[in-house]
């Protein structure tokens, strides 16, 4: 597998580049108008370019992944698969529903696999949560989530609005992919309220969702107060809490706290790189050409976070 990065973004050089090698990654180019430079293992050469448009002229990779600010990821990746390759997304992968729309059908028109990089589903605990539920002979009925955490920086492109920033697309897709995920539908009825907006754009939002057969999601996401990362996912027999559930470390182990009439449990995880894993099964998708589930994942989100932004837009 080659792999062509446009972006050498800090979630790629954290997250995503030191575990390529073990994924069967041979072949690595970068390219970042940033001119930034990451440490790259030594057994795995790189190839580094300053110009994306360029790099995707001149690149034998197959597949691409855009790792750069939310606003160039639509013209990177639709180039990417005018190109024929296959593309990943950093989340959001796109800042509206008909341009999510169109990759998605270019993705299909050339046979292509096209994935949004909101890696929590990917974790262990997710489906650990629905077995436990299924044991209890239920199934979960209401989602409460809340992630914020402390101010960024003042330089950070999320506080931009030409960059795509702001709290409802930094944080939009960890209220918009829970309901996929626990109750594997989208929402009937929406409503979204800024909480805070900084000179640009919004840096914390709240927002409801009701699902069919009563069920719901409530939400408190922002980057305007103190660190909270947690997921409660609540039925009639069951209560399980993940705590660290949007962002799991990959060298801790994590437990997923249950709560039912008989008493308190909990089960361990052990350490799990969620966006290893990610990666993996899009690499398996791409060699067995069936990637029509991430890239409906992508549509299904993308759905759900362009009706919050109208929801907050018509507050």
Not at 163 to 170: E, I, K, N, R, S
């Amino acid at each position: 597998m080659k792999l062509l990065v446009l972006g050498a973004s800090d979630i790629f050089a954290r997250r995503v580049l030191p575990g390529l090698a073990a994924l069967g990654v041979t072949g690595l180019e970068v390219a970042s108008r940033s001119g930034r430079r990451p440490a790259v293992p030594a057994h795995l050469p790189v190839l580094w370019h300053d110009d994306p448009a360029a790099a995707l002229a001149r690149s034998p990779a197959e597949t691409v992944y855009v790792s750069t600010e939310n606003s160039r990821h639509a013209p990177l990746a639709l180039a990417a698969l005018e190109s024929g390759r296959h593309v990943i997304v950093d989340k959001p992968a796109f800042l509206d529903f008909p341009t999510a729309e169109r990759a998605a059908n270019l993705a299909a028109q050339k046979n292509l696999v096209l994935a949004e990089a909101t890696v929590w589903t990917e974790h262990p605990r997710p489906a650990a949560a629905l077995a436990a539920f299924a044991a209890a002979g239920s199934a979960p009925t209401r989602l409460s989530a809340v992630f914020s955490f402390p101010p960024l920086p003042a330089g950070n492109f999320r506080h931009r609005s030409d960059c795509g920033g702001g709290a409802l697309f930094d944080l939009g897709a960890y209220a918009a992919s829970p309901g996929r995920v626990f109750f594997q539908a989208e929402p009937e009825q929406v409503s979204c309220r800024i909480l805070s907006r900084g000179p640009e754009v919004d840096t914390a939002f709240v927002c409801q969702m009701l699902y069919p057969g009563g069920k719901s999601f409530t939400g408190t996401f922002g980057f305007d107060t103190g660190y909270v990362n947690r997921l409660d996912i609540l039925g009639p027999a069951l209560a399980a809490t993940m705590d660290r559930a949007f962002t799991p470390p990959p060298n801790a182990a994590l437990t997923l706290e249950l709560n039912a009439p008989s008493g308190q449990t909990s089960q361990t995880t052990p350490p799990t790189d969620a966006f290893a894993r990610f990666f993996q099964r899009v690499f398996t998708a791409i060699d067995t050409g069936h990637g029509q589930p991430l890239t409906d994942a992508l549509l299904t989100d993308a759905r759900t976070l362009a009706r919050l932004r109208q929801a907050a837009v018509g507050e």
